[in-house]
Structure formats: structure tokens, C-alpha cells
């Protein structure tokens, strides 16, 4: 995938976030925001040699050796937490994960105890380039317990010249101490018309833009990947109805943690039809023949609705949704290790079937 171009919505953030003290910034809010490039953005500018020590900081000048160091992972004074899983998506794979051992193993989807190991003696020693070390930690509710708590002792007790930025996608997964610990910063939701700019730098059509900002709830960074990989308006907006008439549509190309999110929107945005709010990942019309659907199953008489326990057709409807979206977190946690992604997938798709009362 092609590195996306700047995000032109970070640079003021950075400049906001320059002028405060504080040795310890969370920087919160839903993903897709430009929480990672924003949280790299403070540690380049920390350890920027370009402005004389002691000067108001200022974003990084990108040339001096500082900086360079940066760009190609190698500087002593700048420590970068990330799952292993998202090393390799980010360009951040270390070269200590590489022995034969390590690489069967599945990549780890939190920051691990290694990890703090590895904070804890970076934060004790001197730092090697006179401005200071930086602790980068992303996404910081992938942190375990363990973690967490041995980054608060160290946050409790700073040593003297380490700087912290945790970057966040789930603040209220982290722990209350370590929220308060730190100075938080809610990330800013671009402009829609900053967005299409950004998204239409990738060559897509403006339809397609539109629909993957449809289709990612707004995020700019999870359109961003949509376009990359291809996304289809038209694909998108037959979904509902093909799930409809028992068929995967585009999911019978997706992985199971793509299956699971995709039908984690669609039944949200069902829900939200059904009790007359707006859905949010998909048009309303392409919506409409399974709402459609859901209200010609509620013609019941009043007798059969007592015998269903007095339950309104559009409760019990409801509380079937309910159920498929608690169904769903549930195959959220077991989706990284599938034992068999096409059963997984047909499971799923009985699932959506069963909720939505569609053929199969
Ligand atoms: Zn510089």
C-alpha cells in the first residue's frame, strides 16, 4: 500500500501541542485520525536539532541528523512501542522478533512485557544526543495489565529527561491512573471537504471517495486504506440486499476480522433504521430491502405477539439485532486465530442470516 500523503489537519495539532509542558501527552480519540503520524510528529520536533536548546520548540526540521536518525529508525534517544502486529504495517519491524523461533509464532496483538523490559532500561540510561529521550506508545490500549502498570510506576516517577506520547484508539480501555497521569489531547475531526481533498490525492474518482468515506463512518485513514485496497461504491451499497437473498457479496473475499467488522457496521446501521435514526456506514437506500424485509416479518396478529410474550415485532426484532452484534464482539476476540476462516465465514453468514430472517 502507498504511504498516504500528510494529513493536512496535523500540523496546527502539532503546533497546539508544542506550546504546552507537561512530560506526558495521550493523545485520544476514534481511530483513523492521524493519531500515530500526530504522536511522531512531537517526538521528531522533541528531539529536532535544528532549534537551539532552550528555544520554543518547533516542528521538526526534517535534514539535520536528528531527524534523519528518525526517518530511518535508528535513533538512540527515541523508543517506539508497538504491537508486533503492527510493526510490519507501519514499518517499525524490529530485527529482535527475526530469530527462528520467534517468526512461527503468530504476531502479538498487544505490547508486550518484552516491550516494558525494554522501556524501563531505556528511560534509566543517559541520553545519547543531548535533547532529551521519547517514549512513543501506539496504540496504548493494547498495552496488558502488566505493561500498563509498569508504564505507570515510570510515569509516576519520570526519570529526569524522558518525554512520553501515548496515542489512543479506546482511551476508556486504559487505566484510570495512567489517564490521569498524562495530558490528554482529543484529537480534531477534520473538515468533510479536507478529507476529500486528502482522499482524492490517491487518484480515486470522486464517487469512490465518497463512498469509502461512507463506508469507513468518516475516518479519513481507514478510507484511505479502503481506496488502496480497491474499494467498490457499487459492491458496497449491493451488500444489504445480497446478504438478503443468502449471498456473501463482497465479504466472500474479505478475511474473518474484515467479515466480522463489516457486519458489525451493518448491523448498527440496521438498528439505527429500525428505530428511525440515520444509519451511518451505508446509504439509507441501499438499506431499505432488508428494513423492508424486517418490517414484512412483523405482521403478526395480536394474539400471535401475546404469545410471544406481549413483545412488540419491532422489540423482538431489535433484541435479535442485539443479539447478533453481541455475537459478533464475541467472534471479534477469536478472529485472529481462526481454526478455519471458511467455516468461520459461513458461520458468520448463518449468523447475519438467522438476524436479519434472510434466506440461506
Ligand atoms: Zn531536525
Redesign the pocket.
Known amino acids: 500500500m502507498p504511504a498516504a500523503p500528510e494529513m493536512p489537519w496535523l500540523p496546527a495539532q502539532l503546533n497546539a501541542l508544542l506550546a504546552q509542558q507537561g512530560h506526558a501527552l495521550l493523545l485520544e480519540g476514534p481511530s483513523g485520525l492521524g493519531q500515530f503520524a500526530l504522536a511522531m510528529g512531537w517526538a521528531?520536533?522533541l528531539?529536532?536539532?535544528?532549534?537551539a536548546l532552550g528555544t520554543p520548540l518547533a516542528p521538526?526540521?526534517?535534514?539535520?541528523?536528528?531527524?534523519?536518525a528518525?526517518q530511518v529508525h535508528t535513533h538512540p534517544d527515541l523508543l517506539v512501542l508497538l504491537p508486533e502486529a503492527m510493526q510490519l504495517d507501519l514499518g517499525w519491524s524490529s530485527a529482535d522478533t527475526d530469530s527462528a523461533s520467534e517468526a512461527k509464532r503468530k504476531p502479538s496483538q498487544e505490547i508486550r512485557v518484552e516491550a516494558m523490559r525494554k522501556m524501563i532500561t531505556f528511560c534509566q540510561r543517559t541520553d545519547a544526543r543531548g535533547r532529551g529521550k521519547v517514549v512513543v506508545v501506539y496504540p496504548a490500549e493494547s498495552m496488558n495489565t502488566v505493561t500498563a502498570n509498569a508504564l505507570l510506576k515510570t510515569l509516576e516517577e519520570p526519570p529526569g529527561n524522558s518525554r512520553f506520547v501515548l496515542a489512543t484508539e479506546a482511551s476508556h480501555r486504559l487505566l484510570p491512573t495512567i489517564r490521569s497521569r498524562c495530558h490528554s489531547w482529543k484529537m480534531a475531526w477534520p473538515a468533510d471537504a479536507e478529507i476529500h481533498a486528502w482522499l482524492s490525492a490517491g487518484h480515486s474518482t470522486a464517487e469512490q471517495v465518497q463512498g469509502a468515506m461512507q463506508a469507513s463512518g468518516g475516518r479519513p485513514q481507514n478510507a484511505w486504506e479502503l481506496l488502496q485496497s480497491g474499494f467498490e461504491p457499487q459492491a458496497w451499497s449491493q451488500l444489504p440486499r445480497q446478504l438478503l437473498q443468502g449471498q456473501a457479496g463482497l465479504l466472500a473475499a474479505a478475511s474473518p476480522s474484515q467479515t466480522i467488522a463489516v457486519l458489525q457496521q451493518l448491523c448498527h446501521d440496521v438498528m439505527a433504521m429500525v428505530v428511525g435514526a440515520v444509519p451511518r456506514y451505508f446509504s439509507q437506500d441501499s438499506l431499505k430491502p432488508l428494513v423492508a424485509h424486517l418490517g414484512a416479518q412483523t405482521g403478526e396478529t395480536i394474539t400471535q405477539q401475546l404469545q410471544q410474550g406481549g413483545q412488540s415485532p419491532r422489540q423482538r426484532t431489535l433484541e435479535r439485532l442485539a443479539q447478533w452484534s453481541v455475537d459478533l464482539q464475541q467472534a471479534q476476540r477469536t478472529s485472529e486465530h481462526p481454526f478455519a476462516p471458511e467455516l468461520m465465514l459461513t458461520a458468520l453468514l448463518d449468523q447475519a442470516s438467522q438476524a436479519l430472517q434472510a434466506k440461506r
Open positions: 521528531k520536533a528531539l529536532c536539532e535544528a532549534h521538526a526540521c526534517g535534514v539535520c541528523e536528528s531527524c534523519h528518525v
